[in-house]
T-cell receptor
Framework: DTAVSQTPKYLVTQMGNDKSIKCEQN?????MYWYKQDSKKFLKIMFS???????INETVPNRFSPKSPDKAHLNLHINSLELGDSAVYFC???????????????FGEGSRLTVL | GNSVTQMEGPVTLSEEAFLTINCTYT??????LFWYVQYPGEGLQLLLK?????DKGSNKGFEATYRKETTSFHLEKGSVQVSDSAVYFC????????????FGTGTRLQVFP
């Protein structure tokens, strides 16, 4: 069983469209994250939720809206897609908010978004 | 600000060769340092970590020593295997304001038989 799974793995879409990437973890973790890997390959945190509550919200355009219907799911919705949104998006989870302290983050495989 | 710099890849080695992947960091205070590995078709997973100066993290034959004087956390393995082929990410924990992990760009390792 995959611990952290993301769908879709690949997404190609036109500028201006709205798209979502879904993430589910079956580890029973309390905290989930979205990271973006940009063209220069840096992995940067975007959001973090703990028990469905937003705890980290980096400076990202408000076209990006995370939604956590329950603590096992954290979906990323992107409105009005732009060329610069093309990237690989990684979902991750940790036992609790201390995940960054211990480094015990579990990542999904990533979702490659290409905006044309 | 806080950042992590890794050597550019890919690093290409023959089986049983010695591996070093360089990682240096810039940070205020005393960050914790981590190495993550991403095998083909899988997500990143924690490989090893060190939380204070001179600590050595080790796992699966890999080692890295937290060197504050050189602000480095280089990853080493004495004898690589084909199964070690993966992308390796160095990371630090930023503690100012909020706990966050800051990653480097990743270094791809390719090991040939």
């Amino acid at each position: 069983d995959t611990a952290v799974s993301q769908t879709p793995k690949y997404l190609v879409t036109q500028m201006g469209n709205d798209k979502s990437i879904k993430c589910e973890q079956n580890l029973g973790h309390d905290t989930m994250y979205w990271y973006k890997q940009d063209s220069k390959k840096f992995l940067k945190i975007m959001f973090s939720y703990n028990n469905k509550e937003l705890i980290i919200n980096e400076t990202v355009p408000n076209r990006f809206s995370p939604k956590s219907p329950d603590k096992a799911h954290l979906n990323l919705h992107i409105n009005s897609l732009e060329l610069g949104d093309s990237a690989v998006y990684f979902c991750a989870s940790s036992q609790d908010k201390e995940g960054a302290r211990t480094g015990e983050l579990f990542f999904g495989e990533g979702s490659r978004l290409t905006v044309l | 600000g806080n950042s992590v710099t890794q050597m550019e890849g890919p690093v290409t080695l023959s089986e049983e060769a010695f591996l070093t992947i360089n990682c240096t960091y810039t940070a205020t205070g005393y960050p914790s340092l981590f190495w993550y590995v991403q095998y083909p078709g899988e997500g990143l997973q924690l490989l090893l970590k060190a939380t204070k100066a001179d600590d050595k993290g080790s796992n699966k034959g890999f080692e890295a020593t937290y060197r504050k004087e050189t602000t480095s956390f280089h990853l080493e393995k004495g004898s690589v295997q084909v199964s070690d082929s993966a992308v390796y990410f160095c990371a630090l924990r930023k503690t100012y304001n909020t706990d966050k992990l800051i990653f480097g760009t990743g270094t791809r390792l390719q090991v040939f038989p």
